[in-house]
């Protein structure tokens, strides 16, 4: 690595004429990346995937770093890969992908592990509304689906048994796994909360609000931020933030960026209709693999 490093120094020094500190930027921003690879990643420097890089930058933001220094960071590490795809030491150059994030485009603000973890264990789960907080916490951060696929799901869209919601977005559906406790939230609030809550027998929506009707988005931003301010959480959480941070920590345990896009339901991704009793084996092992509380 040191050796590939110090050619590389003398190539920005040789044939970009850059200053001394420029040239000690440089090497701090990949001798990070490099820390950040050994301790965060099972690939070498010299078959990472385009995923590790991304995940290093939601990294760096996650810990407060200014959009500049990000974009830096990248523009450090492009310059390095190049110049290792031009010596034919890595197959290909994994920041190829990354040419869209801009200093002037501020990535969305993510939760940690720990704030996230801190977050869900605020419903007390001693009450019929505590107890559907939680599974609704516990569902999103799970899936990442938006506010508004949440609070739309029905009861029909659930397989607490086997592990997984079906969100559906227009005319398309997705499947995405639940991790065990938010399948065993979302099983206590099935048997011992809804069947309470609920005043209409025919009513279908999954989540509802304490008159028995489908809870709203204006409902769940409320609960939201009862429980940010209840976690002493100093960020400006939205039910937004939950699918940030779920899409950010998968990438940070390495899953790849298709896999994850085709969770999120992105309009980029060709979708396909996936029916409730076929879920993707490669999405499941990505998922149990790579969230953080399907690890627990």
Not at 57 to 75: C, D, F, I, P, Y
Not at 85 to 111: F, S
Not at 214 to 240: C, E, L, S
Request: include cysteine; glycine fraction near 4%.
């Amino acid at each position: 690595m040191e050796t590939y490093m110090g050619a590389f120094m003398e190539y920005l020094q040789m044939s970009k004429r850059l200053s001394s500190n420029t040239l000690q930027s440089y090497r701090r921003d990949i001798g990070q990346f490099i820390t950040y690879i050994k301790n965060n990643s099972s690939c070498d420097y010299e078959n990472i995937t385009p995923s590790v890089v991304l995940g290093y930058m939601l990294h760096l933001q996650n810990e407060g770093k200014a959009a500049a220094t990000v974009s830096r960071s990248l523009a450090s590490i492009r310059a390095f890969y190049q110049f290792l795809y031009r010596q034919k030491v890595c197959a290909y150059d994994p920041t190829t992908e990354l040419h869209c994030l801009k200093a002037e485009k501020k990535l969305p603000q993510i939760l940690s592990s720990s704030e996230v973890n801190l977050l869900l264990d605020q419903p007390s789960g001693a009450d019929l509304k505590g107890i559907r907080d939680k599974a609704m916490l516990e569902v999103l951060y799970a899936t990442g689906i938006r506010a508004s696929e949440l609070i739309s799901l029905n009861v029909s869209d659930v397989n607490t048994d086997v592990g997984y919601i079906i969100c559906r977005n227009n005319s398309k559906e997705r499947v995405i796994p639940l991790y065990p406790d938010a399948s065993r939230a979302l099983k206590k609030y099935l048997t011992s909360s809804r069947t309470v809550l609920v005043r209409d027998n025919d009513e279908t929506a999954l989540f509802v609000n304490v008159n028995g009707g489908r809870m709203t988005r204006q409902g769940f931003w409320k609960i939201i931020k009862v429980y940010k301010t209840r976690a002493n959480i100093n960020k400006d959480i939205t039910p937004h933030t939950l699918r940030h941070s779920f899409a950010a920590h998968l990438l940070e345990n390495g899953a790849d960026l298709k896999s994850i896009q085709e969770m999120l339901g992105h309009s980029d991704i060709s979708s396909t209709q996936i029916y409730a009793s076929i879920v993707s084996n490669k999405i499941k092992n990505v998922y149990n693999s790579a969230h953080p509380r399907a690890k627990a």
